[in-house]
């Protein structure tokens, strides 16, 4: 799942799947807007049947902290 | 005089009976209601809350784009009170403060925010009333907490609430101000009717609109719906952000009202897809195959964004407006419009350019004043000609266009207006925040800060360390703010910044004194 995560976040971010490390600010560092992070999350949803709350997005800061969430999501069901 | 929202309401209601005005989803599957039922709903909602004894009373919304919250609001606008519409997004702090100026006596607050309801009932002493907005039941209903499925049953109500009157206050929008606080714009019901009647988009009625701007905003307020509502449109709702371009595939809109970080944001997903899908189904795939006509306000749009969806057989029509002119004060229109400009101005509005460049703006659509705030009122509001803050001009057609700002005031493509008094103002009760400056930079935030030199040498810290810290207090700030005003890149000045005679930071040097390396 992790690649797979990781390869989405590459293509919306343009840079190669190498540089998404856990440490990466998606604003900071990947160059998202606010709105391509919240269409990032939307596209995360579909991939792995999951739901973000759009209210958690603002606490998302990191590759980590995604991941974090999501793993929580996935394990949760 | 333009017929007042409640009657075209009335109107809509005979005139569209079984044409659907509203789309939404849950979970995954969409529903409609037509314009009969709708504004039945909404009838209920009024007449339930006029039954409670409640008459030019301010209401609060807080909750995401849903049937229930427009609902609601439709019924208090449209029922002699007032409608406080607020940032579902804003720190629950910022929310109890913004209930209590408004002097709110009830609020309607969606599902996921009910862990906020304690705090309210805690800190909001008027609040007599909260409604949860959902038409199922709750569990933790109270004397104060209840569904507002409580409204809606309310078939027995035989009282009518009396109609509001044109310079009846219809809703109080708060909005960034340059001095830092929050201003409620008082607009009243005159200002909403002339607004929806001088926009002249009438060409094709009953086409599908999806709604994705933020629904506690003038500009979707007025121009989705209640526009939307006088010429039979079926508004479909978009439920998140999150879901933007998954909704246009599912509703496939034919008409969307977008602030420019949007389109940019699709624009982003064509040009990625377009380098190995044809435009023909991108069109179909990514803009949902029926989108023509897309209007745009709130910020500025770079003019190549025009040009590119020109490629998809889409229309993007610029405007402009604020809230404290409800808010459309110009827009380009299908039959008449110019790449670059924001359109000529509507009908009811006249446009004067100050000896400063500043669009000033009459209109019949001005807000009355700033909600308890006469000087600021009286600062905006001059002889009655309105201060934009924008500076602009008037080119020999009368087409409007816009080049440069007079306030202090960060516009992000969002359409979002951010105070950087207000951010700055909260950085700086850090100790080693000696001097900082907000800039808006590549759609962001930039937090500029010459740090406090004494205070760091006196806790004994390195360069790295008083990076560090800052960081730390910059993510602390981010925590509790939406997205949008998080602060996206931090730079640590060597050097103090210039100041005018009277010691203040001379913001229009920030960005070149010293060039960030």
Redesign the interface.
Known sequence: MEQKFKEIIA?YA?VPVEEITDDKKF??DL?L???????L??EL??EFDVE????N???V?TVADALEIMKNLTEGE | MSKLIREILDDSQKKFSDTIAVKWLKKKEIMERNYTDTIAYIRKIRNSITEMGYEKKHFALIGQNSIEWIESYYAIVTGNNVAVPLDAGLPLEDLIELLNRSDSVGVFIGVKLKGYIDEIKKNCPAIEKIWILTEDDIEEADDIVRPLNELIKGDDVNIESNAPKANDTAMIIFTSGTTGKSKGVVITHYNLAENVEAVGFNAESQHTVLSVLPIHHAFCLVMDWFKGFSIGSTLCINDSLLHMIKNIGIFKPKVMLMVPLMIETIYKRLAVASETTPKEVLKEKVLGGNLKVVFTGGAHLDPYYIKEFEDYGVLILEGYGMSECAPVISSNSIEDHKVGSIGRPLPNVKIKISEIGEILVKSTSVMREYYKMPSETNETIVDGWLHTGDKGYLDEDGFLFINGRVKNLIILSNGENVSPEEIEGKLALNPLVGEVVITGEDNGLMARIYPDKEAAERLQMSDTEIESKLRECIDEYNKKQPTYRQITGLYIRKYPFIKNSTRKIKRQEVLIDEPIE
Do not use: C, P, V, W
């Not at chain 1, 807007?33 to 269409?39: A, I, N, Q, V, Y």
């Not at chain 1, 973000?52 to 209210?55: A, Q, S, Y």
């Open positions: 293509q343009k604003r900071e160059g807007t606010s709105l391509d992070f919240m269409s999350l939307g949803e579909d973000f709350e759009e209210e997005a603002a606490t800061f």
